[in-house]
């Protein structure tokens, strides 16, 4: 059984992680239209790891027998004024979301709903990564923000990220035990 603050904090977070989708998403198609298509495809995997994301929460309210809600998602930016606009956002929306996963730890723990805590430790863990990766790629643009040369070898670079984890929209993707 999941307390109230802990099940309406993990639905508003499926809203989140939905948002990170849409804004790599838009992401995807700033970049493709910069025919900067490594960097498109970079995004493209990110956005559907957002997707996996969202499916981890949904999961887990519905396998503790709550009720999910899906909320509005907003409509957020969908054009940047340079190269580096871009990923300067998406590193300061990953530590957006690591201060949302915070929390969501924190009232779990106020709670005592011992049973999130695998999934939230996943999560804290993923932000990491998530914090690391955006914070990387725009310090790196940045460095070579004034070099063809430079953008053109970071966007080889980025073209090289592998996607495995299948489908978001596969159970098995998300929920190992299913
Ligand atoms: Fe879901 O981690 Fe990024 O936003």
Redesign the pocket.
């Known amino acids: 059984m999941m307390g109230e603050k802990i099940k309406k904090h993990m639905n508003e977070q499926i809203k989140y ?1 939905l948002e ?1 989708f849409y804004i790599y998403l838009s992401m995807v198609a700033y970049f493709h239209l910069q025919n900067l298509d490594g960097m498109a495809h970079w995004l493209r995997c990110q956005a559907h ?2 997707m996996i ?1 969202a499916m981890k929460f949904f999961d887990h309210i519905i396998d503790r027998d709550a009720t999910v809600t899906l909320l509005d998602v907003k409509q957020l930016k969908t054009t940047w004024n340079n190269l580096l606009e871009p990923w300067q956002d998406a590193y300061e ?2 530590k957006f ?1 690591t201060g949302k996963i915070n929390y969501l730890t924190k009232i779990s723990r106020e709670e005592n709903d011992y049973t999130s805590e695998p999934l939230l430790a996943w999560f804290l863990n ?2 990491i990564e ?1 914090e690391k990766n955006t914070g990387k790629i725009a310090r790196e643009l940045a460095m070579v923000e004034s070099s063809p040369e430079g953008i053109l070898l970071l966007d080889r670079e980025l073209a090289t990220r592998l996607f495995t984890a299948g489908s978001p929209l596969d159970p098995s993707v998300y929920n190992p035990a299913a």
Do not use: R
């Open positions: 992680e990170s790891e957002e994301h929306h990953e979301i993923e932000q998530e």
